[in-house]
């Protein structure tokens, strides 16, 4: 098992950074106090999201922080990510654990039903998303909104690394840590933000102060 000290978790894609260049984006944000980062790609073919992926993965290892690929197992295993981030309907964690034969990877699982919390996938994952905290409009096709309640609820569970996704903003996220989560994941208060080092540096200040 990992030990996941992370506190800012940036999940990012080319269409989030709209028209910005993703890696410039990236940077600003790692420098700002990003520590770890998910490649989300939706829609891209495996060709591209394994060219952006290596193009992270060099990023990530410039600045010495772990890459996380979403839902590739094939992508995360031939850029050597750090982990993979899967959720209910993708390759079971547990699975992941048998075919990606390597001890230190990560695997993050999001819990969007609260019975996931009984399962053997939870198990075998190292840290769990609570997804979404609050509604977003960058990704309508959720389960549960969790709330501050829902967060301490799953706290109760589980001692597992909880990570809070889902309109994670500066007015919110120390009362999320509050409740229970250990690290914070955002997509638009970065990607969209108009500087996104001084975004992810008020974030980071805010979760840690
Ligand atoms: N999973 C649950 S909510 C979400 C994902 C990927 C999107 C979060 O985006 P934002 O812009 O930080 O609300
Ligand atoms: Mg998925």
């Known amino acids: 098992m990992i030990s996941f000290t992370y ?15 993703m890696i410039a984006v990236a940077r600003q944000a790692i420098k700002g106090g990003v520590d770890i980062i ?6 891209a073919s495996v060709t591209e999201f394994t060219t ?20 590739n197992l094939m992508v995360a295993e031939h850029v050597n990510a750090a ?3 899967v959720g209910n309907n993708d390759l079971p964690p547990a699975e992941i654990r048998r075919e990606w034969n390597v001890a230190n990877k990560i695997i993050g699982y ?7 919390l009984h399962n053997e996938q939870m198990e075998a994952a190292d840290y769990l998303g609570i997804s979404p905290v609050f509604g977003t409009a960058t990704k309508t096709d959720t389960v549960t909104e969790w709330g501050l309640e829902g967060i301490t609820t799953i706290r109760q569970l589980t001692t597992k690394p909880l990570i809070a996704i889902g309109n994670m903003q500066l007015n919110n996220v120390k009362a999320v840590i509050n409740a229970g ?6 997509v638009s208060a970065i990607c969209s933000a108009s500087n ?3 975004a992810a540096y008020d ?3 805010e979760i840690i102060k």
């Open 110 to 116: 999001s819990i969007e039903y609260i019975e996931q």
């Open 181 to 186: 989560a250990d690290c914070i994941a955002v």
């Open 7 to 21: 506190k800012l978790y940036l999940v990012i894609s080319e269409a989030d950074c709209k028209g910005k260049n």
């Open 52 to 71: 952006k992926a290596l193009q992270l993965k060099a990023l990530a290892d410039e600045y010495h922080i772990p890459l996380i690929i979403n839902d």
């Open 203 to 205: 974030l980071k200040n």
């Open 83 to 85: 982990g993979i981030h």
């Open 38 to 43: 998910q490649l989300r790609e939706k829609n």
């Open 196 to 198: 996104p080092e001084k």
